[in-house]
């Protein structure tokens, strides 16, 4: 089953002798390592806040780029800024992405980011199949552009980027890069992404309260399970979201 909240995807291909180094300054995970299969990544403000984030698959002479495509025009403008003068040129794709579970088909390739995501493809030879993809991501606590993952607004680390292999801390440096080595160095997290069993139904981004004080907000609802943003000193079995009741999954 298909959700209208899980947005379709654009694919850029990336090509140039500069394509590699390009990237590697700029996302969040280690680029160098696309000859081992697909890399999950995301691009960050210069404040260290989410602005997309999107798979990188190595294609010949040149590199596929998978975005929510909400995203995709303001991701390849940003891009494009960030060329100068490199040898790199990006063209979108007319090509789609198949997706599936089990074992990874010839012509695909495994998603990166947990082992029960499956595979995606991106020439075709391989059928959509018919997913519950929404309940998959809330079990998996995996969050979604445009949805748990808000642009100029989010935190990488706080949306679990580093369980989700989409963070390198040893790479060096990239957009972003100190405000996350920060949060990941020097502090301890006090919000984050989490599931949750929740009783009712609340609208996307509906605010969590626990008594009279904010405690998150709730997204992404599926079978009495959802994924919601919260503050760990505000997380009990009695919170509240409109009409719904909320308790930690965990």
């Known amino acids: 089953m298909s959700s209208a ?10 090509t140039g002798t500069d394509r ?3 990237l590697q ?21 210069p404040q260290g ?13 040149g590199v596929i780029l998978d975005v929510a495509e909400p995203l995709a025009a303001g991701l390849a403008q940003r891009l ?9 040129a990006i063209a979108p794709m007319d090509s789609g992405v198949t997706r599936g579970l089990g074992e990874v088909p010839a012509g695909a390739v495994a998603d990166p980011r947990h082992p029960e995501m499956g595979w995606r493809c991106y020439d075709g030879s391989v059928p959509d199949q018919p997913i519950d993809w929404p309940a998959l991501r809330v079990r998996l606590a995996i969050p979604e552009s445009g949805i748990e993952l808000q642009p100029n607004d989010s935190y990488i680390l706080e949306m679990d ?18 405000v996350v080595a920060r949060m990941h160095h020097k502090t301890t997290l006090k919000k984050g992404l989490r599931r ?12 969590i309260t626990l008594g009279d ?36 999954a965990d």
């Open 25 to 45: 300054g700029l996302v969040s995970n280690d680029v160098s390592r696309l000859a081992e299969g697909p890399v999950y990544a995301a691009l960050l403000s």
């Open 213 to 248: 004080k904010p405690a998150g907000a709730v997204f992404t609802q599926v079978g009495g399970e959802a994924l919601a943003y919260l503050r760990f000193d505000r997380m009990g079995p009695d919170m509240k979201a409109a009409d719904a009741t909320l308790a930690p």
């Open 20 to 22: 590699i180094d390009f």
């Open 80 to 88: 494009n800024m960030y060329k100068l003068r490199a040898d790199v």
């Open 49 to 61: 806040k989410y602005l997309a984030d999107f798979f990188l698959i190595a294609d010949g002479d």
């Open 161 to 178: 980027f580093e369980r989700l292999n989409g963070v390198d801390f040893r790479k060096g440096c990239f957009v972003g890069q100190e």
């Open 196 to 207: 949750v069993r929740i009783d009712g139904e609340a609208d996307v981004g509906t605010e």
């Open 5 to 14: 909240l899980d947005p379709a995807r654009a694919l850029f291909r990336i």
